[in-house]
């Protein structure tokens, strides 16, 4: 059974750079998955940050940035802010109305 | 504004039957493709189901096929989720969410966008 995979957590300092992936345990991710990564704080629905690669949502900053990085998709936040301290997720697009979400990942500015 | 609002969660004892609604405000859901995603306590999101914008066809979660089914009432621009045999692990917060797609200038694009609050949906004894 193939799951994607996310860092549990993850660490930054302010105004620092990190780069979040989202893989997959059998296989590579690419642009035909349609990776889509949500930022989502406690007892809130998720927001979309970055959907279909690297589109970037509407209100979203432009130092959040998607790509494929190898083998995995990415989310690199460029000048970390506190209040950037959330859990983060990545889906993926399976074909035929299937969806696969990452187990998260819990980002720590500090 | 665009909004979704789920509605329907509850206590509810294992083998039991819930069914969840979903409405949609500012927009015409029948527009949209539709998943619902759940969220267990201090867990991850699980995408649950989907279903298309006509309601002719509908896909799902290897943990809930057979026990849960999803339809819609365009007229009513509503969302549905029957759930029967619930267990324990059904606990969670469920979500309504639209599916966007399109194109642009060399590029397609596929996503979950509109997410409603949730429901609590709570599977015990």
């Known amino acids: 059974q193939t799951v994607v995979t996310q860092e549990p957590s993850f660490s930054v300092s302010p105004g620092g750079t990190v780069t979040l992936t989202c893989g997959l345990s059998?296989?590579?991710?690419?642009?035909?998955?349609?990776p889509t990564w949500y930022q989502q704080t406690p007892g809130q629905p998720p927001r979309t940050l970055i959907h279909?690669?690297?589109l970037r949502s509407s209100g979203v900053p432009d130092r959040f940035s998607g790509s494929i990085l190898g083998n995995k998709a990415a989310l690199t936040i460029t000048g970390a802010q506190a209040d950037d301290e959330s859990d983060y997720y990545c889906?993926?697009?399976?074909?035929?109305?299937?969806?696969?979400f990452g187990g998260g990942t819990r980002l720590t500015v500090l | 504004e665009v909004q979704l609002v789920e509605s329907g969660g509850g206590l509810v004892q294992p083998g039991g039957s819930l069914r969840l609604s979903c409405t949609a405000s500012?927009?015409?859901?029948?527009?949209?493709?539709m998943n619902w995603v759940r969220q267990a306590p201090g867990k991850g999101l699980e995408w649950v189901s989907f279903?298309?914008?006509?309601?002719?066809?509908?896909f799902y979660a290897d943990s809930v096929k057979g026990r849960f089914t999803v339809s819609r009432d365009n007229a009513k621009n509503s969302l549905s989720l029957q759930m029967s045999s619930l267990r324990a692990e059904d606990t969670a917060v469920y979500y309504c969410?639209?599916?966007?797609?399109?194109?642009?200038?060399?590029?397609?694009?596929?996503?979950?966008?509109?997410w409603g609050k949730g429901t609590t949906v709570t599977v015990s004894s």
């Open positions: 969410v639209t599916i966007v797609y399109g194109s642009g200038n060399s590029y397609l694009y596929y996503y979950m966008d509109v």
């Open positions: 500012g927009f015409t859901l029948s527009s949209y493709e």
């Open positions: 279903i298309t914008r006509s309601g002719d066809t509908m």
């Open positions: 059998s296989g590579s991710v690419s642009t035909s998955y349609y």
């Open positions: 279909s690669t690297n």
């Open positions: 889906v993926l697009f399976m074909g035929s109305g299937t969806w696969m």
